[in-house]
């Protein structure tokens, strides 16, 4: 895969596109579960490796995944489950099938209160607890998007070493540890 291409085949039927419309979830972020009650956490998730769409297309949300790919947590126990698959693939269909207005959406739900910690405390989200950086276009919508929202804190896991090697080492939000 190169820099300009991403890994997801197949064109979206018009249908299909209204529907995923119609479909989009009102807030994006969910909350993590987490040890630490007081914790505010929220991720961001797309359906691990490969799969198909209702609409029929075949992606790989995880184009560089390696040996991982056997031990991936996100490919078994509740990630499968159809409400949870389901919503992970509307995410990722959303994205591929309308990238600007999904930018638009997250950049303005970060901008919510909810996201604005007034107790000293900071706000974290966790970029995928699966899927990765399919594409340059994706990961430079989010780029935009920490820059966007300096009052949280963004964190990552990827295998995309070398996309963000030559498109965020050189100028890294401060915002994504």
């Known amino acids: 895969m190169n820099d300009t291409t991403h890994s997801v085949t197949g064109t979206a039927p018009a249908a299909a596109a209204d529907t995923a419309a119609s479909q989009r979830p009102r807030f994006l972020l969910l909350p993590m579960r987490s040890s630490c009650a007081s914790e505010r956490i929220y991720k961001w998730t797309l359906p691990a490796h490969e799969g198909q769409l209702p609409d029929g297309r075949r992606y ?87 820059r966007s929202a300096p009052h949280v804190t963004f964190y990552s896991y990827t295998k995309q070493v070398a996309l963000l090697e030559k498109w965020v080492r050189p100028d890294p939000p401060a915002e994504l540890h």
């Not at 990238?99 to 974290?124: I, K």
């Open 60 to 146: 790989n949300a995880c184009p560089t995944a390696g040996v991982c790919v056997d031990l991936c947590y996100a490919k078994a126990g509740h990630f499968q489950r159809g409400t949870v698959l389901a919503a992970h693939q509307r995410n990722l269909q959303y994205v591929m099938d309308d990238l600007p207005g999904w930018e638009v959406q997250m950049t303005q739900e970060l901008q919510h209160r909810r996201y604005r910690a007034t107790d000293g405390s900071t706000v974290h989200v966790r970029v995928h607890d699966a899927g990765d950086y399919w594409s340059l276009p994706y990961l430079q919508a989010w780029l935009r998007i920490f």
